[in-house]
T-cell receptor, first 114, second 111 residues
Framework: DAKTTQPTSMDCAEGRAANLPCNHS???????VYWYRQIHSQGPQYIIH???NNETNEMASLIITEDRKSSTLILPHATLRDTAVYYC???????????????FGQGTRLTINP | DAGVIQSPRHEVTEMGQEVTLRCKPI?????LFWYRQTMMRGLELLIY????????DSGMPEDRFSAKMPNASFSTLKIQPSEPRDSAVYFC?????????FGQGTRLTVV
Protein backbone atom coordinates (compact mmCIF):
# COMPACT_ATOMS: atom_id res chain seq x y z
CA ASP A 1 0.00 0.00 0.00
CA ALA A 2 1.14 3.52 -0.71
CA LYS A 3 1.92 5.46 2.43
CA THR A 4 0.19 8.71 3.23
CA THR A 5 1.40 11.63 5.28
CA GLN A 6 -0.98 13.94 7.12
CA PRO A 7 -0.53 16.68 9.69
CA THR A 8 -1.14 15.44 13.21
CA SER A 9 -3.63 18.14 14.09
CA MET A 10 -5.39 21.19 12.70
CA ASP A 11 -7.79 23.83 13.96
CA CYS A 12 -10.50 25.64 12.06
CA ALA A 13 -13.10 28.23 13.00
CA GLU A 14 -16.74 27.27 12.78
CA GLY A 15 -18.30 28.37 9.51
CA ARG A 16 -14.99 28.54 7.69
CA ALA A 17 -13.67 26.06 5.15
CA ALA A 18 -11.46 23.33 6.57
CA ASN A 19 -8.71 22.20 4.20
CA LEU A 20 -7.00 18.97 5.14
CA PRO A 21 -3.88 18.02 3.16
CA CYS A 22 -2.53 14.57 2.43
CA ASN A 23 0.67 13.50 0.68
CA HIS A 24 0.77 10.19 -1.16
CA SER A 25 3.81 10.51 -3.38
CA UNK A 26 4.14 6.75 -4.05
CA UNK A 27 0.56 6.22 -5.18
CA UNK A 28 0.22 3.84 -8.10
CA UNK A 29 -1.92 4.36 -11.18
CA UNK A 30 -4.77 2.14 -10.02
CA UNK A 31 -4.99 3.41 -6.47
CA UNK A 32 -7.78 5.67 -5.36
CA VAL A 33 -7.58 8.27 -2.62
CA TYR A 34 -10.10 7.71 0.15
CA TRP A 35 -11.06 9.88 3.07
CA TYR A 36 -12.70 8.64 6.23
CA ARG A 37 -13.36 10.33 9.51
CA GLN A 38 -13.89 9.07 13.01
CA ILE A 39 -15.93 11.03 15.46
CA HIS A 40 -15.18 10.21 19.07
CA SER A 41 -16.33 6.73 20.10
CA GLN A 42 -17.88 5.96 16.72
CA GLY A 43 -16.79 3.76 13.85
CA PRO A 44 -14.97 5.39 10.93
CA GLN A 45 -17.28 7.03 8.43
CA TYR A 46 -16.73 7.15 4.68
CA ILE A 47 -16.51 10.69 3.30
CA ILE A 48 -15.36 10.65 -0.30
CA HIS A 49 -12.96 9.03 -2.73
CA UNK A 50 -11.41 9.81 -6.10
CA UNK A 51 -8.93 8.60 -8.68
CA UNK A 52 -7.67 11.66 -10.50
CA ASN A 53 -10.53 14.07 -11.01
CA ASN A 54 -11.84 16.39 -8.35
CA GLU A 55 -14.89 15.04 -6.59
CA THR A 56 -17.69 16.63 -4.61
CA ASN A 57 -20.54 15.19 -2.59
CA GLU A 58 -22.86 16.40 0.12
CA MET A 59 -20.17 16.12 2.75
CA ALA A 60 -17.00 17.42 1.17
CA SER A 61 -14.86 18.10 -1.86
CA LEU A 62 -11.70 16.27 -2.83
CA ILE A 63 -9.02 18.00 -4.82
CA ILE A 64 -6.30 15.75 -6.27
CA THR A 65 -3.21 17.30 -7.83
CA GLU A 66 -2.48 16.57 -11.46
CA ASP A 67 0.49 14.35 -10.59
CA ARG A 68 -1.70 12.60 -7.98
CA LYS A 69 1.00 12.87 -5.35
CA SER A 70 -1.14 14.88 -2.97
CA SER A 71 -4.74 15.76 -2.27
CA THR A 72 -6.84 18.07 -0.14
CA LEU A 73 -10.13 17.34 1.55
CA ILE A 74 -12.31 20.43 1.85
CA LEU A 75 -15.18 20.82 4.29
CA PRO A 76 -16.74 23.99 2.90
CA HIS A 77 -18.55 25.26 6.00
CA ALA A 78 -17.19 23.48 9.04
CA THR A 79 -19.45 22.93 12.03
CA LEU A 80 -18.67 21.78 15.54
CA ARG A 81 -19.90 18.31 14.57
CA ASP A 82 -17.06 18.04 12.08
CA THR A 83 -14.57 17.75 14.93
CA ALA A 84 -13.02 14.33 14.34
CA VAL A 85 -9.93 12.44 13.21
CA TYR A 86 -9.67 12.46 9.42
CA TYR A 87 -7.89 9.65 7.63
CA CYS A 88 -6.46 9.75 4.12
CA UNK A 89 -5.97 6.28 2.62
CA UNK A 90 -4.90 5.00 -0.78
CA UNK A 91 -6.34 1.76 -2.00
CA UNK A 92 -7.00 -0.16 -5.20
CA UNK A 93 -10.66 -1.14 -4.86
CA UNK A 94 -10.77 -3.06 -8.10
CA UNK A 95 -7.45 -4.80 -7.82
CA UNK A 96 -6.43 -8.19 -6.60
CA UNK A 97 -7.83 -9.37 -3.33
CA UNK A 98 -4.70 -8.37 -1.49
CA UNK A 99 -5.09 -4.78 -2.59
CA UNK A 100 -8.52 -4.39 -1.08
CA UNK A 101 -7.50 -3.83 2.48
CA UNK A 102 -8.06 -0.44 4.05
CA UNK A 103 -5.02 0.50 6.12
CA PHE A 104 -5.36 3.47 8.46
CA GLY A 105 -2.53 5.75 9.50
CA GLN A 106 -2.66 8.19 12.39
CA GLY A 107 -4.82 10.73 10.58
CA THR A 108 -5.35 14.42 11.29
CA ARG A 109 -7.20 15.46 14.42
CA LEU A 110 -9.38 18.36 13.26
CA THR A 111 -10.85 20.62 15.91
CA ILE A 112 -13.56 23.07 14.93
CA ASN A 113 -13.63 26.04 17.28
CA PRO A 114 -16.72 28.17 17.98
CA ASP B 1 -30.28 -1.06 5.32
CA ALA B 2 -29.40 -1.10 9.01
CA GLY B 3 -25.70 -0.91 8.31
CA VAL B 4 -23.03 -3.11 9.82
CA ILE B 5 -24.27 -4.52 13.10
CA GLN B 6 -21.91 -5.56 15.86
CA SER B 7 -22.70 -7.25 19.14
CA PRO B 8 -22.25 -6.84 21.96
CA ARG B 9 -21.57 -3.11 22.18
CA HIS B 10 -19.73 -3.54 25.45
CA GLU B 11 -18.10 -6.59 26.97
CA VAL B 12 -16.35 -6.92 30.29
CA THR B 13 -14.71 -10.23 31.02
CA GLU B 14 -12.15 -11.73 33.32
CA MET B 15 -8.70 -12.67 32.18
CA GLY B 16 -8.60 -16.20 30.84
CA GLN B 17 -12.19 -16.25 29.66
CA GLU B 18 -13.25 -16.79 26.08
CA VAL B 19 -14.71 -13.79 24.28
CA THR B 20 -16.73 -13.87 21.06
CA LEU B 21 -17.49 -10.74 19.08
CA ARG B 22 -20.12 -10.82 16.36
CA CYS B 23 -20.68 -8.96 13.15
CA LYS B 24 -23.46 -8.84 10.59
CA PRO B 25 -22.27 -7.14 7.40
CA ILE B 26 -24.40 -5.15 5.00
CA UNK B 27 -26.30 -7.44 2.67
CA UNK B 28 -24.60 -7.85 -0.70
CA UNK B 29 -21.16 -6.81 0.50
CA UNK B 30 -18.42 -9.26 -0.42
CA UNK B 31 -15.59 -8.02 1.81
CA LEU B 32 -15.54 -8.08 5.59
CA PHE B 33 -12.83 -6.55 7.77
CA TRP B 34 -12.03 -6.81 11.49
CA TYR B 35 -10.10 -3.96 13.13
CA ARG B 36 -8.85 -3.25 16.63
CA GLN B 37 -8.35 0.26 17.99
CA THR B 38 -6.30 1.34 20.97
CA MET B 39 -4.85 4.68 21.98
CA MET B 40 -1.32 3.39 21.55
CA ARG B 41 -1.64 1.61 18.21
CA GLY B 42 -4.56 3.33 16.50
CA LEU B 43 -6.72 1.36 14.06
CA GLU B 44 -5.14 -1.97 13.20
CA LEU B 45 -6.45 -4.34 10.53
CA LEU B 46 -6.62 -7.81 12.02
CA ILE B 47 -8.08 -9.92 9.22
CA TYR B 48 -10.33 -9.62 6.21
CA UNK B 49 -12.49 -11.93 4.16
CA UNK B 50 -13.63 -11.99 0.55
CA UNK B 51 -16.74 -14.03 -0.20
CA UNK B 52 -16.44 -15.65 3.23
CA UNK B 53 -12.84 -16.76 2.64
CA UNK B 54 -10.02 -15.31 4.78
CA UNK B 55 -7.61 -13.39 2.54
CA UNK B 56 -5.11 -11.85 4.91
CA ASP B 57 -4.80 -12.64 8.61
CA SER B 58 -1.33 -11.19 9.06
CA GLY B 59 -2.69 -8.64 11.51
CA MET B 60 -4.00 -11.20 13.95
CA PRO B 61 -1.75 -10.69 16.98
CA GLU B 62 -1.38 -14.28 18.11
CA ASP B 63 -2.95 -17.71 18.12
CA ARG B 64 -5.36 -16.69 20.84
CA PHE B 65 -7.26 -14.77 18.16
CA SER B 66 -9.37 -16.51 15.54
CA ALA B 67 -12.01 -15.31 13.09
CA LYS B 68 -14.62 -17.12 11.07
CA MET B 69 -17.17 -16.24 8.46
CA PRO B 70 -19.49 -19.24 8.07
CA ASN B 71 -21.80 -17.40 5.65
CA ALA B 72 -22.20 -14.07 3.91
CA SER B 73 -24.26 -12.57 6.72
CA PHE B 74 -22.25 -13.42 9.81
CA SER B 75 -18.72 -13.31 11.17
CA THR B 76 -17.14 -13.87 14.57
CA LEU B 77 -13.88 -12.84 16.18
CA LYS B 78 -12.90 -15.02 19.10
CA ILE B 79 -10.25 -14.50 21.73
CA GLN B 80 -9.32 -17.45 23.89
CA PRO B 81 -7.98 -17.03 26.47
CA SER B 82 -8.43 -13.29 26.84
CA GLU B 83 -5.78 -11.08 28.45
CA PRO B 84 -5.92 -7.52 29.81
CA ARG B 85 -3.84 -6.27 26.86
CA ASP B 86 -6.68 -7.32 24.54
CA SER B 87 -8.77 -4.48 25.94
CA ALA B 88 -9.68 -2.29 22.96
CA VAL B 89 -12.51 -1.31 20.67
CA TYR B 90 -13.06 -3.86 17.93
CA PHE B 91 -14.64 -2.72 14.68
CA CYS B 92 -16.13 -4.72 11.88
CA UNK B 93 -16.53 -3.25 8.40
CA UNK B 94 -17.99 -4.51 5.13
CA UNK B 95 -17.39 -3.38 1.59
CA UNK B 96 -18.59 -3.80 -1.92
CA UNK B 97 -16.77 -2.12 -4.79
CA UNK B 98 -15.38 1.17 -3.63
CA UNK B 99 -16.83 2.00 -0.22
CA UNK B 100 -16.37 0.38 3.18
CA UNK B 101 -18.84 0.88 6.00
CA PHE B 102 -18.07 0.37 9.67
CA GLY B 103 -20.09 -0.84 12.60
CA GLN B 104 -20.25 1.00 15.89
CA GLY B 105 -17.71 -1.28 17.49
CA THR B 106 -17.48 -3.51 20.53
CA ARG B 107 -15.66 -2.07 23.52
CA LEU B 108 -13.87 -4.98 25.20
CA THR B 109 -12.47 -4.71 28.69
CA VAL B 110 -10.53 -7.63 30.11
CA VAL B 111 -9.93 -7.39 33.86
Amino acid sequence: DAKTTQPTSMDCAEGRAANLPCNHSTISGNEYVYWYRQIHSQGPQYIIHGLKNNETNEMASLIITEDRKSSTLILPHATLRDTAVYYCIVRDPLGIQGAQKLVFGQGTRLTINP
Amino acid sequence: DAGVIQSPRHEVTEMGQEVTLRCKPISGHDYLFWYRQTMMRGLELLIYFNNNVPIDDSGMPEDRFSAKMPNASFSTLKIQPSEPRDSAVYFCASSRDRKAFFGQGTRLTVV
